[in-house]
């Protein structure tokens, strides 16, 4: 587009929010120095589901008829004229609700719903709790399935259930963060790119199970809840690797950062840190 004479300029997903006022590091305001709320400056589902790419369905996320929901988004913003497509009329979503199964925070509702209008069509789907409790299990905070059988690719957790008042659980992500030794001064505020390309960083992907359970096939919808759920639980072993065993092998230990640590049983056994389970 550049090339010919177009402004234009690429926007990530999942790197840029709104900062938060006064933010300076994790522990003056929310951590990243971000708002609890996850406010992006452009929301690329919704331009996706305007540009006739899909539909959102029950957990928010963007569903199209080639690939399910196992999508990634980005945006170019350009001064290009362009003919737009029209928007989906298929729904790839029939509502299955496996989406609020494989949350490890129970972020979305299986029957309360909320809705958007966009580009005036209201598109309805699960109502969410507040993006604090995603915070928490996205960046690895708590892993554990409610059923605490199966796990993320986190091996820590907290308390849980979370507390129904949300103040509460804004105020436990900000403790969660702040504690993070890896969360803070300047390299609180690090994008996603910068933790992802900068060697000098530690970067995980723990979760993503409401945007990737779902598939083009319907057969593989319940085949892949099935394999997470008797997945076992991650653990973190003495080499510092995280591997899966079955969720009998799995011990709990306190940690000084607001979180415990899942360690294998028998490792466990020999270690002077004392359990929770």
């Not at 900062?19 to 996706?48: I, M, Q, W």
């Not at 928490?136 to 409610?146: A, D, F």
């Not at 992802?196 to 992907?205: A, I, L, Q, S, V």
Request: aromatic share 8%; with cysteine.
């Amino acid at each position: 587009m550049k090339v010919k004479g177009y402004d234009a300029v690429g926007i990530e997903a999942n790197s840029i929010y709104r900062p938060e006022d006064g933010a300076t590091d994790a522990k003056t305001v929310s951590g990243f120095g971000l708002l609890v709320g996850l406010v992006p400056n452009l929301s690329h589902r919704y331009r996706a589901v305007a540009a006739g790419i899909g539909q959102l369905w029950w957990s928010d996320n963007l569903m199209t008829p080639q690939f399910g929901s196992a999508v990634f988004l980005a945006t170019v913003l350009t001064s290009t004229s362009m003919e737009p497509d029209p928007l989906l009329e298929e729904d790839p979503c029939d509502k299955c609700k496996l989406c609020t199964t494989v949350c490890p925070v129970e972020l979305i509702s299986n029957k309360q719903t909320m809705s958007v209008t966009i580009a005036n069509r209201e598109h309805v789907y699960g109502r969410k709790g507040h993006n604090a409790r995603c915070i928490i299990g996205r960046r690895g905070y708590h892993g554990l399935g409610p059923n605490e059988k199966w796990s993320t690719w986190s091996t820590f957790s907290v308390d849980y259930p979370f507390s129904d008042n949300v103040a509460d659980v804004i105020d436990l992500s900000r403790r969660v963060r702040s504690a993070d030794p890896d969360r803070q001064s300047t390299r609180a505020f690090l994008t996603q790119r910068e933790r992802c390309f900068n060697p000098n960083e530690t970067y995980t992907n723990t979760c993503a199970n409401c945007g990737l359970i779902c598939w083009e096939k319907r057969n593989d919808w319940e085949e892949n809840r099935r394999l997470l759920m008797e997945s076992g639980v991650v653990v973190l072993n003495t080499k510092g690797e995280r591997v899966a065993v079955p969720e009998g092998e799995a011990v709990e230990m306190d940690t000084p950062y607001e979180v415990r640590v899942a360690v294998p049983r028998q490792e466990a056994r020999a270690s002077p840190i004392p359990s929770t389970s």
